[in-house]
């Protein structure tokens, strides 16, 4: 028996125990989790520009770090949450115009996010290796 003022037994939301899991699901949450991470790469970038502007040593140090190989590692899942947000910004903006919301347009762009994020995120490491070298 329901408690006095309560209102009528409604249904609880649907989670994952219900739904099977499906690309574009994982994406929008893999979405909001690279929203989320991408605060803490851009107080790293902060970090970065504090030191630049507070002289020699301290930016050495922090290059010290940021050019150690858990600092690149970390520098690199940034680049990728970046890239892999903005990728899915656009598919937001494409959604928002009206097209690709029919299953076989909807995977593709999810597809084309996710190759696209991992393939920009090393085009762009590559480039910048290329360019200013391991110790730029």
Not at 118 to 125: E, G, K, P, R
């Given at each position: 028996?329901?408690?006095?003022n309560a209102?009528p037994?409604r249904?609880?939301s649907?989670?994952l125990?219900?739904?099977?899991?499906?690309l574009?699901?994982m994406m929008?949450?893999?979405?909001?989790?690279t929203?989320?991470?991408?605060?803490?790469?851009?107080?790293?970038l902060?970090?970065?520009?504090?030191a630049a502007?507070?002289?020699?040593?301290?930016?050495a140090?922090?290059q010290?770090v940021?050019?150690s190989?858990?600092?690149?590692?970390?520098?690199f899942g940034?680049?990728?949450a970046?890239?892999?947000h903005?990728?899915?910004g656009?598919?937001h903006f494409?959604?928002d115009?009206?097209?690709g919301f029919?299953?076989?347009s909807?995977?593709?762009?999810?597809k084309?996010g996710?190759?696209?994020s991992?393939?920009?995120?090393?085009?762009?490491?590559?480039v910048?290796?290329?360019?200013?070298g391991?110790g730029?």
């Open positions: 028996m329901a408690p006095p209102g037994a249904p609880l649907p989670h125990q219900i739904y099977r899991p499906m574009s699901m929008s949450i893999v979405h909001r989790i929203g989320g991470a991408l605060y803490f790469g851009t107080v790293l902060v970090i970065w520009l504090i502007a507070s002289g020699p040593s301290a930016f140090t922090a010290a940021y050019g190989i858990l600092g690149q590692l970390v520098l940034y680049t990728w970046l890239i892999h903005a990728l899915g656009v598919r494409i959604w115009l009206g097209y029919d299953h076989d909807r995977e593709k762009l999810i084309a996710l190759v696209g991992i393939a920009l995120t090393v085009l762009v490491w590559l910048a290796y290329a360019t200013l391991a730029g």
